[in-house]
Structure formats: C-alpha cells, structure tokens
C-alpha cells in the first residue's frame, strides 16, 4: 500500500475528529462559553496570566508536549505491524488524547487555571496530592532513564550525529549569551542558528566519530549515559536563560522544519509500505500486542504529560474558552501528525521486507534506530538528500528532542525531590537534589541493562506511567462532569480502558521480569502497579460521591 | 491601525516564542530577589542590625505597598511591625 494514501487517511481522519467529535464536545459536554472570562483576564498578571493569541498559544503548547516519545513509542510499535500502530495512533488522538488534552485545559480554565496536581488534592482529598507526587515522580524517573537510553543508541548507531548534537549545545550557548546580553532581535540569531546547526550536521556527516568500544572500562554505550546524565546535571543546575531556553527554542523551531521535511518528503516520494500490515511472523519472546501496544504507544495516543502542561501553563493563558478547543484538541492532532510521520518512516523507509525484518529482529530492536534509518532513505528518495544525510538529520532531531526533555526532566524531578523532602520535614538543597534525582536515574538506565534492546526495556513501563497519570487527569475531568449532572461517558469509557490496559501490562510485564530475573525492573513494575491501583480506587471513589448540586454553581459561575 | 512590516511581525513572534516558555521562571527568580531586597530594607525594624540602615530606611515608604504579600510569602499571616497595619 502507499504510504501516501495512509497519510491521507490518517490526516482525514483526525482532521474530521477535530471538526465534528471536538464541536460536540465543547458544545455539549463541555459547554464552552465564548462569554466566560478566563484566568488570564480575571487573574491578569503580566507573569502567569496573560490572555494569548490562539495560534501563539498553539504553537507553544505543542512545542513543549512534542518530543522525542511520539516518535519512539511507534517506532517500537510497529513490530506488531503498521495497521495496529496505525489505528492507536488515530483512533487514540481522537478518542482519548484530544478528549484528554482539551478537556485538562477546560477543567484548569474553570478553575483558575489550577494544576492537575491541586485539582486532584482539591477533587480527590489531601492523599490526592501525594498521589499526584508518586506518579509524577515515577513519569519523571522513567522518562530520563528510557530517554538516556535511546539517546545512548542513538549516538552509536549513527555516529555521525555526534559533532552535531554536541555542537547544538555551544550553538544555544550562543544565541542565549546574544539574547540576554547584548539584546539582539530573534530574527538574525535564529536564521543564524538553525543554518548553523545544518552546516554542523554536514560537518558530522563528513567526519562521524565512533567510541572505541570500551572506554575507561565502559561500554561505548553506558559511557554515553555517563556522559549525557553529566551534561543534565549540569544544565538542569545553570540558570535557564543560559542554555534551556535557547534550547527550546532552537528545538521548536527544528520540529517545524523536521515535521515539513519529512511529509515533503513522503509526498514527493510516494514509497511503498514494505512492513506488514499485521506482523504474523513475529520475533521469539516478542509480548502480546494487547496489551502492550497500549502502553508502548502513550504519546501520540495519549499521554498524562500533555495535562501538566495544559493544566500547569497553558490554561492561564487562555483568552477565550471557546480557544480551548483549538488549542487543546488541535494540539494533540498535532502530536498524532508526528507520531503518523514516525510510522510511516519507520515501515516505509526500507528497501524490502527482508530488510525491515532484519532492523525489527526483537522487542525493542529497530525503534528509533529504525526510524533515523527509514525515514532518512524516505528524505534521501523524496527529496534527493543523499541518504546518510537524511538519518543523521532525523537521528540530531530524535536526539535534541530527547536531550531537551532529560534535562527539564532532571530539573523538574529535582523540584519534586525537593517538595518531597518538605513534606517529610526535611530541607534539601539543590545540589543534592540534582545529586539525588541523577542517582536514581542513572540507576534505573544502566540497571535496566545499557546494552542492546535492554535499555529499551524500561519503554513500556515509561508508557504506563504517563498513562497513569492521563488516567488521573481523565478521572478528574469525569467527576467534575459527574457533579454538574453531564454526559461522562466520554472520558469515563476512555478512563477505564487506560486503567485497565495499564494495568493488564503491568501484571504481563511482571511475569517478563520475574523471567529475565531483572529485579531492579520487577521492583518498579510492583512500586507502578501499586500506585496504578491506587489511581483506580481514588478515581471510584471520588466518583460514587456522584452529583453535587453545589458544583454546578461553583465551577460554572465567572469568578468575581 | 495600519499594518506592522512583515518582519516586524515575524520578530515580534518570534520573540514571544522564546520568551513565553519561561516567563514565569523568570518573575519567580526576580520575586525571590525582590523578597531578599525587602529583608535587607526591613531588617532593622525586625530586630537585625543592619549596617547600612540609614540608607535603607528611605527606601522604606516605597516598598510598604508590597509589604503585605512579602509577609504572607515569607508565612507570617500577621503583619510582624507593630507600625505597618497592613491586615
């Protein structure tokens, strides 16, 4: 079949799930009203609150939830075939993670733009926010464990990202020194930087530079990890202007040329899908699709991460509710798009199916590997790049977008830790919390086996977290419908599917573990699995409190 | 109004593209600093000698205004000078 026509598919699909299925659900479920004034007017502050252009806010919002996990989660997924991957994808961008994005951002917006966090403490009771603290902890350390591995593989597989994705950081170095102290316009600098940043990965791809493979007594592979949780610690501890911010932005800038490149480059191209459609001649010890293709696909589908950020910054800008819908909704269209041009790149890109048998060769093989290398034959027969180009183009974008988000990770885990510490009466400074939050990260990556597919192990278990925590933002959307008397079933039935996937995968996955004897993986699926059922209690109960006649005037009344 | 230049435009939004992300970050360092500042200027009246008292003593009319959320941040739900009556 024609990769274009899956395309097109995939974007009608979730084009005509934004125009009809979203109108439905701000109409009558969620009942937007173009009159209400939002935190950003009624709490204007010029800092947290500040009322923002639809498409600004967008743009925003989509750049902080997009990352390397839409592509990755896919990119392992369709092992099991494209069909399968293709379907989640699709059908979970419209059925739940629209419904899920757009719905965290409607619930902040009429509540003063509060958190997930003090929506579950304020919906759930006080062991709501410990909840909250446990699963957010758990996202955190899986997301820089998983992301430190996939970075890891990548810089040895495509060792031509090297000069590049270490030359991106003096890149914002620069720019950030530029901006702040000598108050340059963004329009030069940012021109500046991303040719630069292009003329670095020509210069990479001239000149790749391989590990040898044991350095200092390391693997190449777990001396990267060293290395790369080294840099996190490091730029989670320098003050952000210096080397976050910039990184953000030259990132979010390159997710908008990578984006285009790619559907360009399908569109001109027109390959063929090689990979099966259903993969019967699946790989020895490979897990069963149900339900593993749930939790390995959490961003694209869905993913608990996308309601902190709309949740935590984007409702308090919100200028109109009815934008909610555009913003919320259209963001995770967005996030389908990305995780749509991973599949394809990943069961497109390959010459035959014996060649995309021999890169899928077992769980947790091929990834993202797989997509760096399909999607850069897909650039080099759409476009004409020559093909090593291509991949180390895609390997530098995979690469940035998981190094930006381990060291914000390790900044935010770091804060936890921190808030963590309070509770218990304890005062942590920030050196040993950063020390604390690398200690047990890196525990995980290099116990979780830093070799071969074993980094990619712990996959699966970041997915099930961030579902857990989708599945805590889905129960408080719910009850709050469930008080004012409304239609729940539309985030409710999406809410048990998760809880039930995560945690079918979690027992599934306990008996993997129990196998391999990996008890350091088996500790964490069990620490995962408690709190999972602890979701699902806290969730039944706050809801069999059933209507409340008082919340209707509470969360629906403008504020004064 | 008449339309700004293109680039202008682009400028501008591309700056709202960078700053945004970490507006808040920024006002919370600089309320921090600020909090500090405050200490130093009320230090006296709060029982710290504080050398340089005579020069922050005329500094302090302009920071009353601001006084009662430094208090509340700083977890005091009373005002501690018994001269600012400020809740």
């Known amino acids: ?234 730029a989670s501890l320098l003050p952000v202007w210096v080397l976050l911010q910039p990184r953000d932005y030259i990132n979010g800038l390159q997710l908008f040329v990578g984006l285009g490149l790619l559907y360009l480059a399908v569109l001109f191209g ?76 990943c069961t497109a890109g390959f010459a035959t199916l014996l060649d995309w048998q021999q890169v899928y060769t077992a769980f947790g093989q091929g990834g993202v590997n797989a997509f760096v290398q399909g999607g850069g034959t897909l650039l080099a027969n759409g476009l004409g790049l020559p093909a090593d180009l291509g991949a180390t183009i895609l390997a530098v974008m995979a690469i940035l977008f998981a190094g930006t988000t381990m060291d914000t990770g390790l900044r935010l885990q770091r804060f936890v830790i921190q808030e963590a510490g309070e509770l218990a009466g304890m005062k942590v400074n920030t050196v040993v919390g950063t020390l604390i939050a690398v200690g047990v990260c890196m525990a995980l990556a290099f116990g979780a086996g830093s070799e071969g597919s074993g980094g990619m192990a712990i996959w699966p278990l970041f997915g099930t977290t961030n579902q857990l925590l989708a599945g805590l933002t889905l129960a408080i959307i719910t009850v709050l419908l469930i008080k004012q008397g409304r239609p729940a079933m539309y985030t409710l039935v999406p809410l048990v599917f998760l809880l039930a996937m995560s945690i079918y995968a979690l027992l599934v996955q306990m008996g993997q573990f129990y196998r391999a004897e990996n008890w350091l993986l088996l500790g964490m699926d069990v620490v995962i699995l408690i709190a999972a059922l602890w979701v699902t209690l806290e969730a039944i109960i706050a809801m069999r409190k059933g209507r409340d006649p008082a919340a209707e005037m509470t969360t629906d009344e403008p504020l004064p | 109004m008449t339309p700004r230049p293109f680039f202008q435009r682009l400028s501008d939004g591309l700056k709202e593209f960078y700053v945004a992300p970490y507006r808040r970050t920024f006002a919370r360092a600089r309320r921090d600093e600020d909090d500090l500042f405050m200490l130093l200027v009320f230090a006296e009246s709060l029982g710290v000698p504080n050398p340089a008292a005579w020069y922050t003593l005329e500094l302090m009319p302009e920071l009353y205004e601001r006084f009662h959320d430094w208090h509340q941040r700083m977890g005091m739900e009373h005002s501690p000078l018994d001269h600012i009556g400020c809740c």
């Open chain 1, 1 to 234: 079949m024609s990769s274009i026509l899956l395309m097109i598919v995939g974007l009608a699909a979730m084009s005509l799930g934004y125009l009809f299925y979203s109108k439905f659900i701000a109409e009558k479920i969620y009942r937007l009203d173009p009159n209400y004034k939002t935190p950003a007017h009624t709490l204007r502050d010029g800092v947290d609150y500040v009322p923002t252009n639809k498409f600004v806010l967008w743009g925003h919002h989509f750049t902080s939830v997009a990352g390397a996990a839409p592509i990755v989660g896919p990119a392992i997924a369709v092992i099991w075939g494209w069909v399968p991957a293709f379907m989640w994808v699709v059908l979970g961008t419209i059925f739940f993670a629209g419904i899920h994005d757009f719905g965290a951002l409607w619930a902040s917006a009429r509540n003063r733009g509060q958190s997930v966090g003090m929506l579950s403490g304020r919906l759930i009771g006080s062991r709501g926010r410990s909840l909250f603290l446990v699963v957010i902890f758990l996202v955190l350390l899986m997301v820089n464990g998983a992301f430190a591995a996939v970075i890891s593989n990548l810089l040895v597989s495509t060792p031509t990202s090297v000069i590049p994705v270490w030359g991106a950081i003096i890149v914002a170095l620069v720019i950030g020194q530029l901006i702040y102290r000598y108050n340059v316009k963004l329009l030069w600098p940012s021109v500046g930087g991303v040719i630069v940043l292009y003329l670095l990965i020509l210069l990479g791809s001239a000149y790749p530079i391989t590990l040898p493979d044991t350095v200092l007594g390391l693997s190449a592979k777990s001396f990267w990890i060293l290395l790369l949780f080294a840099y996190a610690a490091i």
């Open chain 1, 270 to 345: 027109a390959p063929e899908l090689v990979a099966p459609a259903y993969n019967t001649d699946l790989p020895a010890d490979s897990p069963s699709i149900v339900p593993l293709l749930f939790v390995t696909i959490a961003c694209g589908a869905i993913s608990g991460f996308h309601g902190l950020v709309a949740s935590g910054t984007t409702s308090k800008q919100l200028d109109k509710e009815t934008d909610a819908r555009f913003v919320g909704y259209f963001g995770a269209v967005g996030e389908g798009m990305l995780s749509l041009a991973a599949i394809i790149c």
